[in-house]
């Protein structure tokens, strides 16, 4: 395999789509793998190698609501500052503004947001209106990690998302571009638009909503059902029949001679179609190597979608990985991909090894 191939690829392939998701004309698989993807292994020898991609990001779209009353009835640039600072309490008072503030409509309404930054780590923005028809304060809590190496657009995006709530009036709305998912609530009344590939739960806190969400005091959490993805290309020369047992024999092995930080690998499932050996499972990601700074804290346990299939005497294993993140701050979250999920990315995978010089 070609390490200038591999270059094209992850450089020029990605930055294109970036620059036309700039432009808020995208669709959502153009968003999806416009991310960076980091080349974490790259091992090629006469007799065996190792590809391994990996990216992640971390984005929390938070829309709040509390009742309009006289107190907060006016909403200018000063008091959205003073929200972004002081809303998560004095625990989290490590909030502080950046430069960029304005104002837009949503569902219309006057909004204004304001940027901030929490301890260096997090770019947030909050964006914040009055529904004079429902008598509700809305908030939209945007953040993403830029520790993690989320890209800008995502904040982009999740302002999008915040343009799309209705707040009063009818749910009519159409899924289009990169916000297919439609999420409606009728006991909260609430809508809005979202990527597919993001799940919205309700953010239950008894600190916040002792009596439990309600139409006029609730808030969501939006999150990324891929926010960390991983493919591993695997291939050594052909020595055995490709078969079921092969398979695992497989994992065993590269877990030991191509270091595959994989623990607890269970298969699910193998069959063969077209003479391709597919497979699905799951595994324990160990985080205790080199490679430790570049996974997310949120959970060792990833799920992954492979094939194996024999081309000109080598064998090739591609394996798409997804993190499977149930909990986040002891809170239970509702994320599971979606089947298409793991399909795009082990198309993504097949692209990588079709257009790679193969040894
Ligand atoms: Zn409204």
């Not at 239950?204 to 002792?210: A, F, L, M, S, V």
């Amino acid at each position: 395999m070609n390490m200038k191939t591999i270059r094209f690829i992850i450089y020029f392939g990605i930055f294109p789509a970036l620059i036309h998701a700039q432009s808020f004309n995208f669709s959502e698989s153009e968003i999806e793998f416009s991310t960076k993807w980091d080349t974490l292994i790259y091992r090629m020898d006469s007799n065996e190698g190792h590809l391994k991609l990996h990216t992640n990001k971390w984005l929390m779209c938070f829309l709040h609501w509390r009742p309009l009353t006289p107190e907060n009835a006016d909403v200018t640039p000063e008091y959205v500052r003073e929200k972004l600072i002081t809303f998560w309490g004095p625990n989290m008072a490590y909030f502080t503004l950046k430069e960029g503030e304005g104002e837009m409509e949503i569902n219309g309404h006057r909004a204004y947001y304001v940027n901030g930054d929490f301890m260096g780590q997090v770019d947030t923005r909050f964006i914040i209106w009055n529904c004079e028809e429902t008598q509700r304060q809305f908030i939209a809590d945007l953040n993403i990690n830029k520790l993690m190496g989320t890209p800008g657009i995502y904040l982009e995006l999740q302002q999008m998302i915040a343009e799309t709530v209705t707040c009063h009036c009818d749910f009519n709305q159409s899924a289009e571009g990169a916000l297919t998912r439609f999420y409606r609530n009728d006991t909260l009344k609430i809508a809005f638009k979202a990527p597919s590939h993001w799940k919205t739960s309700i953010f239950e806190t008894e600190i916040w909503y002792p009596e439990g969400p309600s139409a006029q005091s609730a808030s969501l959490w939006t999150l990324s059902t891929t926010s960390e993805k991983q493919i591993d290309i695997l291939w050594h020369k052909k020595e055995n029949e490709l078969n079921e047992k092969s398979i695992q024999s497989f994992f065993d092995r590269a877990v030991v001679e191509n270091n595959l930080n994989y623990e607890n690998i269970i298969i699910d499932s193998i069959y063969t179609f077209d003479n391709v050996f597919r497979f699905k499972g799951k595994y324990t990601l160990v985080k205790e190597d080199s490679l430790k700074e570049r996974y997310s804290r949120f959970s060792n346990t990833h799920q992954f979608v492979g094939e194996a299939v024999e081309i000109s005497g080598n064998i090739y294993f591609l394996v798409a990985s997804i993190i499977k993140i149930d909990k986040v701050w002891g809170l239970k979250v509702d994320l599971p991909p979606d089947e298409k999920d793991y399909k795009d990315l082990l198309n993504h995978a097949r692209e990588i090894l079709n257009q790679t010089n193969k040894p």
